[in-house]
C-alpha cells in the first residue's frame, strides 16, 4: 500500500503522491508524462496532509481539488502550459512541450504570489552564462518565429508599418479575471490606443483559438471604428511587432513577446511581465514587484529557471533548448509540408520515408511525368541528379525544389538503399552545383554575419561530431597500414566518377586516376592513403582506379572507415567529395581540385575554379551551422517527428531506430550489375 508523504527521489527532488480531481489529468498523455517525470505520483482517492493536490491553473474543475486541499491541509499544485507549448493550440489536440508546475500560485494571478513572481523578485537574475542562455533563446525565438503556439505563416505580410497593434484574447479567459481586467478593459485599451495615436491605424490581432473556432474573442469586426481592423490571419506575432510603433494588451502572453521583440507594451490589466519596468502599465501592479528586470533577466526567469520543459525524442525533462530544437524543426516541417507536393521519378524504396519525412502536414503524391503530375500548384520536389529541362519547363509556374541526403545520412550506404535521417530540399540549386547558387551559398553567407553567441550551438555540434566520431555514411573496418613518423599523411578519397558532383563541380580534374596523380604531384614526399568510394567498392557504382594507377598510393584503404582514415590524415586532398567537410569539421587542412560547397569561404586550399560569388569568410561554426543545421532536414527515426540535429547525431551514434534495410541488398547489388545503365540508376 502506498505511505503518504515523500516517496523515491525523483529527478527534481522527492517523489510526491499527486491527487487530482479532473479527467484531463487522466487522459492527457503528455501532461501525465511530465508530471511523473518531474516527480508527481498521479492518484486519485482522498489525500493527506503531505500530500499533493494538483490542478488546472484556474480552470473551472480547479475548485473540486481547491476544496479537497483545503480539507485535507494537502498542498495545492496549480499546472499550466508553458510559454513555448506546441504548433497548434491545445483544443486541437497537439500535446505541450513543457508545463510549469506552482506551488504558490500561477502566474497569470495577480492577486497573489506565484512561483514565478518569486523567482523574479528574489533569484539574483546576474549569472553572464545564463543570461547569454536567455538572450540566445530570444535570438533563437525571433529567427524562427516561434510564440506561444508557433503554427504562423512566416512569408505573410504585416499591415503598411506604421499601425498600432492591440491583442485580442478569448472570453472568460481566467488569465483576464485574475489579471486584475474584465471584457470591458479590451475597449478601454481600444479606445486609449486611439486616444495616444490619433493618427495611426490600429490592427487587432485576434487569438489563435478565435480563429480556429474554439472560442470568441471580444472584437466584432462589423462593430469596429474607423480606422481599426481586425487580423486573424496565422501571421507571426514576429512580424506583426516589426511594423508596430506601440503594442497594446490587456493581459496576452504575447505582451511578454512584444517585449522580448524590443517593445514596452500598454498594459490594461497586471500580466506576470507588468511591473518590472519594461512595460507601460495603465493598472497599478503588486507592490510585491519592486524591481526593474531587463529583457534578458525576464526571459531567464520566465523562459529557463520557471518551466518544466520536456524532450520528446528521448522521453525525458529537458531545457529550454531542447524545446527550441524540437520547435524550429516540427514548425519549418510544418510551415513548409503543410501545402503538400508532388514528387517526380522517386523510387520505390524512397517513398515510404518520403511520406514519413515530408507528408505528415499535406498530401505528397508521386509522379513519373512532370506532365502527369497534379496542376494544383503544390510544389514539385524532384531528386536533384534527375532535374531536366523538361522538368524546369513544367514547373515553371510553381516552385521545384531539388533534393539530395543530407551530410550527416545513415549508418549505411545509400546505393545499399538504407534509408536517410537526413535530406535537403533546395529552392535555388543544390549544393554540389557551383555552376549556379544554391540555398546552402546563401545559408552560408548569412551564418557569416551571426555573432558568436548564436554560433555557440555549432561549437558543440562540432564537439560532439568530433568525439562520436560521425561521417556522412559512418561505415567502420579496414585496417591501416604503419604510418612514417617524418613522412606527411595525406588522405585521398575517391569518387563516383559519373556522380554528378564531379560532372558539375570537378574541373579539369575528374577522375580518381587523375586525382591521385594530381595529389602525388603536388605532395611528391607524403603519404598517400587513397580510399575508394564505399559504393565503388561494394560494386554499385562507376569509379574503381586503374591498376597502373594504384602505385600512385602508398596504401589503398579498402574497407576503412572515413573516421579512422581521417584520425591519422595531416591533410585531405579531394575533387568534390563530403570527407573534405568531414575533415574540416576535425580541424584538418584541405585541398579541394574542385568546387566542393565548403571550398571558396576561406577555409580551404582552393587549386579548383570556385565560383566568386562565395565572397563571405565565415567561421568553421558558421559553415557547420549552414550545412548541419539549418540546410538539412532531419527526421528522428524513433518517434517519427521532425527532429534536430542533436537527435539525428544522438541516433547515428546509438543505432536507436536507424534502419538498415538488409532485404534491399539484392536489388542494390542489381543496381550496381546495372551501373552502365546510369540514367536509369542515377540519383
Known amino acids: 500500500m502506498d505511505q503518504p508523504g515523500n516517496m523515491d527521489e525523483g529527478p527534481t527532488g522527492p517523489r510526491r503522491r499527486a491527487f487530482h480531481f479532473n479527467a484531463g489529468f487522466l487522459t492527457n498523455t503528455r501532461v501525465r508524462r511530465i508530471l511523473t517525470l518531474a516527480g508527481h505520483d498521479l492518484k486519485i482517492g482522498k489525500p493527506g496532509a503531505e500530500d499533493d493536490v494538483v490542478v488546472w491553473g484556474h480552470s473551472p474543475y480547479a475548485p473540486r481539488g481547491e476544496t479537497a486541499a483545503e480539507a485535507s491541509g494537502a498542498h495545492l499544485v496549480r499546472v499550466e502550459d508553458a510559454f513555448l507549448r506546441s504548433l497548434h493550440p491545445g483544443r486541437s489536440g497537439e500535446p505541450p512541450l513543457g508545463l510549469v508546475i506552482d506551488r504558490k500560485g500561477i502566474y497569470f494571478d495577480a492577486t497573489t504570489p506565484s512561483d514565478l513572481e518569486h523567482l523574479l523578485c528574489t533569484h539574483p537574475l546576474d549569472d553572464t552564462a545564463l543570461l547569454n542562455r536567455a538572450r540566445d533563446v530570444i535570438a533563437r525565438m525571433a529567427a524562427a ?124 490589466g497586471v500580466p506576470f511581465y507588468a511591473g518590472w519596468g519594461l512595460s507601460d502599465d495603465r493598472r497599478p501592479t503588486p507592490a510585491r514587484r519592486q524591481r526593474t528586470l531587463t529583457r534578458a533577466q525576464l526571459a531567464a526567469g520566465a523562459l529557463i529557471l520557471y518551466p518544466t520543459w520536456y524532450d520528446p525524442y528521448r522521453d525525458c525533462l529537458g531545457e529550454v533548448e531542447d524545446v527550441l530544437g524540437a520547435l524550429e524543426a516540427q514548425v519549418r516541417s510544418w510551415r513548409e509540408d503543410r501545402a503538400g507536393y508532388v514528387a517526380l521519378g522517386m523510387r520505390s524504396w524512397k517513398k515510404g520515408h518520403l511520406k514519413a519525412g515530408f507528408g505528415r502536414h499535406g498530401r505528397l503524391d508521386f509522379a513519373d511525368e512532370p506532365t502527369k503530375s497534379a496542376t494544383d500548384g503544390r510544389p514539385v520536389m524532384v531528386w536533384a541528379g534527375r532535374e531536366t529541362a523538361e522538368i524546369r519547363q513544367a514547373c515553371a509556374n510553381r516552385p521545384l525544389l531539388r533534393m539530395e541526403d543530407g551530410f550527416l545520412r545513415s549508418r549505411g550506404l545509400g546505393a545499399n538503399l538504407v534509408p536517410p535521417l537526413s535530406l535537403v530540399l533546395d529552392d535555388l540549386g543544390i549544393y554540389y552545383d557551383p555552376t549556379r ?25 562540432i564537439q560532439s561530431l568530433r568525439r562520436a566520431g560521425l561521417t556522412k555514411y559512418n561505415l567502420t573496418g579496414g585496417t591501416l597500414p604503419e604510418l612514417p613518423d617524418d613522412r606527411p599523411v595525406i588522405v585521398v578519397p575517391g569518387q563516383v566518377e559519373d556522380d554528378a558532383s564531379i560532372r558539375l563541380g570537378a574541373g579539369d580534374v575528374n577522375t580518381n586516376e587523375e586525382l591521385l596523380r594530381t595529389t602525388r604531384r603536388l605532395n611528391p614526399q607524403a603519404f598517400i592513403i587513397y580510399k575508394p568510394h564505399p559504393d565503388v567498392e561494394a ?51 584541405v585541398t579541394t581540385l574542385g568546387a566542393p560547397f565548403y571550398a571558396g569561404w576561406g577555409l580551404t586550399t582552393d587549386l579548383g575554379p570556385v565560383p566568386k560569388r562565395r565572397m563571405a569568410r565565415p567561421r568553421l561554426a558558421a559553415l557547420v551551422h549552414a550545412a548541419l543545421i539549418t540546410y538539412p532536414r532531419y527526421t528522428d527515426p524513433v518517434t517519427g517527428l521532425a527532429c534536430p540535429v542533436e537527435i539525428a547525431v544522438e541516433r547515428l551514434v546509438t543505432g536507436d531506430g536507424v534502419p538498415r534495410k538488409p532485404s534491399l541488398r539484392v536489388l542494390a547489388k542489381l543496381q550496381g550489375w546495372l551501373a552502365g545503365q546510369s540514367w536509369i540508376w542515377r540519383r
Request: aromatic share 6%.
Open 145 to 268: 518565429q516561434l510564440s506561444k503556439y508557433s503554427a504562423n505563416d512566416p512569408v505573410l505580410a504585416p499591415p503598411a508599418p506604421g499601425y498600432v497593434l492591440l491583442i485580442d484574447q478569448t472570453r472568460e479567459d481566467a488569465s483576464i479575471r485574475l489579471g486584475q481586467a474584465t471584457r470591458d478593459s479590451f475597449a478601454e485599451a481600444l479606445t486609449w490606443a486611439r486616444e495616444d495615436h490619433p493618427d495611426a491605424r490600429i490592427v487587432i490581432k485576434t487569438h489563435p483559438e478565435t480563429r480556429d473556432g474554439h472560442r470568441p474573442g471580444h472584437f466584432d469586426a462589423d462593430a469596429l471604428p474607423p480606422n481599426v481592423t481586425l487580423d486573424d490571419r496565422p501571421i507571426s506575432l514576429w512580424r506583426m511587432f516589426e511594423g508596430a510603433r506601440a503594442v497594446y494588451t490587456v493581459t496576452s502572453q504575447a505582451g511578454f513577446e512584444a517585449i522580448l521583440a524590443g517593445h514596452r507594451p500598454v498594459t490594461f
Open 437 to 461: 547558387e544554391s540555398r546552402l551559398e546563401h545559408l552560408i553567407t548569412e551564418a557569416a554575419d551571426l555573432p558568436a553567441a548564436r554560433l555557440d550551438r555549432a561549437e558543440k555540434l
Open 539 to 589: 560494386g554499385l557504382r562507376i569509379g574503381h582506379l586503374p591498376d597502373s594507377a594504384r602505385a600512385l598510393a602508398d596504401h589503398i584503404a579498402e574497407d576503412t572507415g572515413a573516421e579512422a582514415l581521417l584520425a591519422c590524415a595531416d591533410r585531405v586532398v579531394t575533387m568534390t567529395s563530403a570527407m573534405g567537410f568531414e575533415a574540416l569539421i576535425r580541424g584538418i587542412p
